[in-house]
């Protein structure tokens, strides 16, 4: 817990150019760390006097990395007043900085990071069959964290299959999550600082199974969520909403299931398929449709090079389409949605929902980011997992947008 | 927005210059870094930007006196007129306090002073203003081109095409001579700091 922090927020209301302006109009002298959740590592920019003198982002330092931090349209920010005995790397004037990192920005010199980037490097990591990307969420907010705890290097922080309702937030370093699987555990994801470990089904019955196991890769610091507070919070949503939020955590779990049933090296997504028809085509669309299946079932389908895989399946109660206030990757633009005959559907309208997301408190909304970003790489994973080549895309009904 | 900044009793307005490209922006500008050396605190930032140069200074005018106890700095810019500098424009519009409007003299870029206009008024619609509303000056620049046989448009013709609805102060200018740079700067720092009395209703 920093005290020092004078000036936090985010980025996509405030860019960098205006915070530099701010700091230079009060003189501040201390040091302004950006997080992005689409960037590994957080960028450093150091200030004397409210003229930046160096910055770090990742390997780079000085006057190219606060150039290529202008990148970072979203995330958040803070500043904290601090001494600097950093070395004057950048002399260049304040306002020179502001108009050429606008202009580099302009120019694509400075490389926008985003969430396109970011599903680029996903499929990056997997093709090298890497897991080199880390889910990381926002800056915590203390207000919600009751204790800290520590972990060392290997030690498991949730065990599959046994009972708990604790959440965490990740106050430092780095957590696998691993399904247990013979002969041995298949890595699903890796998670680092502001992510959460625990699912919204903690709120949902006392003693909930875990349904992955938590490994500290190193020293790990994690803040306890004070979780009678959230609890409390998701009693009061409405009914709507907590459906919504189970019907995605529901999602979450069913795409680390199909990253074992891929291991597993079974496919049956002809099956699947047999007999149902398409509702929502895999493509780019401006129409913003949300709906609820009142009866029968529907599977989420993403068609890859290598042919359509399953993504998860949806029943009754569950919401798909578009979601306006999150990026889940999936339909319309990252998978379709096929369903049987016999479904009856329900449009949505996402107003209300969206209302009541902005009105969550920080901590439960940075969980409700999390579980998407989840949902959105974890379904690059299923995809990415399934190297064996399974069905020829010959269908005419299956575009291919991706 | 006028930003107010108490610790170095200051107050720091924004006065940006506009217009289509090479109309002279950047000569008006660097004709007032010149002949204004005293009042100017810092250095002049120039980024080459595609087809024009981006400036910047602070100047502190005199004779404005004081408001509320406090110094009076005025930031100048001109804006890259490019579409793709986008988010250029945008930190250099956000919160202007009042803009130069520089049109080019010369009878084939009637158009495109035209066109600018309109542009500038979309770009100001965007970040919440109104053209009407913000304190802006006309300036007919490159009159001094006529002695050199080039086809100009009379001010009266270039008062039609773009102040006819504006009916704002305009001024005719030459800023590779320095001629009504200043006055035109002059005016427009008076017409912004009115605005800024009338919105903070400094002249209880």
Request: aromatic share 8%; glycine share 10%; hydrophobic share 40%.
């Amino acid at each position: 817990m920093n005290e020092s922090v004078v000036l936090s927020g985010s980025l996509s209301f405030m860019p960098l150019g205006d915070i530099l302006q701010l700091l230079g109009a009060t003189n501040g002298t201390g040091v302004l760390r950006l997080i992005n959740r689409y960037a590994p590592e957080p960028g450093f920019i150091y200030f004397m006097e409210g003229n930046p003198v160096n910055a770090q982002n990742g390997s780079v330092d000085g006057l190219e990395a606060l150039y290529s931090l202008f990148g970072w349209l979203e995330g958040s920010f803070e500043f904290t007043r601090e001494a600097i005995f950093a070395d004057r790397q950048i002399t260049k004037s304040r306002m020179g900085i502001i108009l050429e990192g606008m202009k580099r920005l302009d120019d694509g010199v400075t490389k926008k990071i985003g969430p396109v980037t970011a599903a680029e490097t996903i499929a990056e990591t997997n093709r090298s069959g890497g897991s080199g990307t880390i889910i990381k969420g926002p800056l915590v907010d203390y207000m919600y964290v009751v204790d800290e705890e520590d972990f060392f290097n290997g030690e498991h922080i949730v065990e599959e299959g046994k009972h708990g309702s604790w959440m965490w937030v990740i106050l430092e370093g780095v957590v696998d999550i691993v399904k247990e699987a013979s002969p041995v555990p298949v890595h699903i994801l890796r998670i680092g600082d502001g992510a959460f470990i625990g699912s919204m089904a903690s709120f949902l019955l006392q003693g909930h199974i875990r349904t992955a196991t938590a490994v500290a890769v190193g020293n790990v610091q994690l803040g306890v969520l004070d979780s009678q507070r959230l609890a409390q919070e998701y009693a009061g949503m409405s009914l709507e909403f907590r459906i919504f939020l189970s019907s995605l955590d529901k999602r979450l779990k069913q795409l680390t299931d199909q990253i074992l049933e891929r291991h597993k090296g079974k496919n049956n997504v002809d099956d699947i398929l047999k007999g149902k028809k398409i509702l929502i085509r895999q493509e780019k669309s401006d129409s913003k449709q949300f709906f609820m299946i009142k009866q029968g079932r529907a599977v989420v389908v993403r068609n890859t090079p290598n042919g359509p895989i399953v993504l998860g399946h949806l029943y009754k109660g569950d919401y798909f389409g578009e979601v306006p206030f999150l990026h889940l990757g999936q339909e319309p633009e990252g998978a379709a949605v096929y369903a049987s005959e016999s479904i009856k559907i329900v449009k949505i309208e996402t107003e209300g929902l969206q209302r009541e997301y902005f009105h969550l408190s920080t901590t439960f909304k940075n969980i409700v980011d999390n579980m998407a970003t989840c949902i959105s790489v974890t379904s690059d994973v299923v995809c990415g997992a399934c190297s064996i080549k399974t069905l020829p895309a010959d269908e005419s009904t299956l575009r291919q947008d991706t | 927005m006028a930003i107010f900044n108490l610790k170095k009793k200051e107050i720091e307005c924004k006065v940006v210059f506009y217009g289509p490209g090479r109309c002279g922006k950047t000569t008006n500008l660097e004709y007032i870094f010149k002949s204004y050396k005293k009042q100017i605190t810092g250095e002049m930032v120039s980024i080459n930007t595609e087809g024009d140069r981006t400036l910047f200074f602070d100047f502190l005018p005199m004779g404005l006196g004081k408001i509320k106890g406090c110094d009076v700095r005025v930031q100048l810019y001109t804006v890259p007129g490019q579409v793709k500098y986008s988010s250029t424009r945008k930190l250099v519009l956000r919160g202007v306090d009042g803009i130069v409007f520089v049109a080019d003299s010369l009878e084939v870029r009637r158009e495109k002073n035209m066109l600018s206009l309109k542009d500038l008024q979309a770009n100001l619609k965007e970040y919440g203003k109104s053209i009407f509303k913000v304190p802006l000056i006309l300036q007919y620049n490159k009159r001094d081109l006529a002695d050199e046989g080039i086809p100009l448009m009379s001010t009266e013709q270039m008062e039609k095409d773009l102040n006819r609805q504006l009916k704002v102060p305009s001024f005719a200018a030459s800023a590779v001579k320095g001629a009504g740079v200043g006055v035109t700067l002059k005016a427009c720092l008076m017409e912004t700091l009115k605005s800024l009395q009338r919105e903070f209703k400094w002249a209880e």
